[in-house]
């Protein structure tokens, strides 16, 4: 299993526009300068994509990715949905849709903001071809996926607002994304938690990536 981390900012990302920019964090240190939210996820022959903010495109560019098995949505602020356009690129040229899976209320989100991207309009153009299809997931859903070499699953969680995904495969346990880290306290092998500053007097963002044995802090 190999895990990319796209992106691990804030809704506005680091530097922000306008009069916040850096706000506190050292402009010097280039730990501080984030994308938005999103994790790339590669199991033998499957690619998984975890939300796809406004900054998805770039992110993605540098991968070469030939396409997206399936995009898992934890929750549709728009730092975590506004990017969801630019992946009909990847439905070119197979013509094979891409899966999204999200809660029912997620979905009518969804579907409401870019009806194109499921359902053809009668006013759009002969030759556009919606290039997703909706899939429902639920808390405590299991979503099974196999490839050529390995079967795995995710186990679907539920916290305030939005899911998590527990992934596993061979059936291990190999990655939890939460945003709530109380879920993850028992049982993880990997955990990757957000972990801010906000009332120190020199505020920074960083990234936790711990595992059982070996306790760590990057960025």
């Given at each position: 299993m190999k895990v990319t981390m796209?992106?691990?900012?804030?809704?506005?990302?680091?530097?922000?526009?306008?009069?916040?920019?850096?706000?506190?964090?050292?402009?010097?240190?280039?730990?501080?300068?984030?994308?938005?939210?999103?994790?790339?996820v590669e199991i033998n022959d499957k690619v998984i994509l975890v939300d796809a903010g406004p900054d998805i495109r770039n992110q993605l560019l540098p991968l070469g990715?030939?396409?997206?098995?399936?995009?898992?949505?934890?929750?549709?602020?728009?730092d975590h949905v506004a990017g969801l356009d630019d992946l009909r690129a990847f439905y070119w040229p197979d013509r094979i849709d891409i899966p999204v899976y999200a809660t029912k209320q997620h979905s009518i989100e969804i579907l409401a903001r870019f009806p194109y991207l499921f359902t053809k309009h009668a006013d759009s153009p002969s030759y556009f071809v919606p290039p997703m299809k909706m899939n429902l997931i639920?808390?405590?859903?299991?979503?099974?996926?196999?490839?050529?070499?390995?079967?795995?699953?995710?186990?679907?969680?539920?916290?305030?607002?939005?899911?998590?995904?527990?992934?596993?495969?061979?059936?291990?346990?190999?990655?939890?994304?939460?945003?709530?880290?109380?879920?993850?306290?028992?049982?993880?092998?990997?955990?990757?938690?957000?972990?801010?500053?906000?009332?120190?007097?020199?505020?920074?963002?960083?990234?936790a990536i711990m595992n059982r044995h070996l306790p760590g802090l990057i960025g």
């Open positions: 796209l992106g691990c900012g804030t809704s506005v990302g680091v530097p922000a526009l306008g009069h916040a920019g850096w706000g506190d964090c050292d402009p010097n240190d280039p730990r501080n300068r984030r994308q938005r939210c999103a994790v790339l990715l030939k396409r997206i098995d399936a995009l898992l949505i934890t929750h549709t602020h728009s639920a808390a405590n859903d299991i979503l099974r996926l196999a490839d050529a070499r390995s079967r795995f699953s995710i186990k679907i969680t539920a916290i305030p607002v939005r899911l998590g995904f527990c992934l596993m495969a061979n059936s291990a346990i190999r990655l939890m994304l939460s945003g709530w880290v109380m879920m993850c306290l028992t049982g993880w092998p990997v955990l990757i938690c957000g972990l801010s500053r906000r009332y120190a007097p020199r505020r920074i963002h960083r990234t």
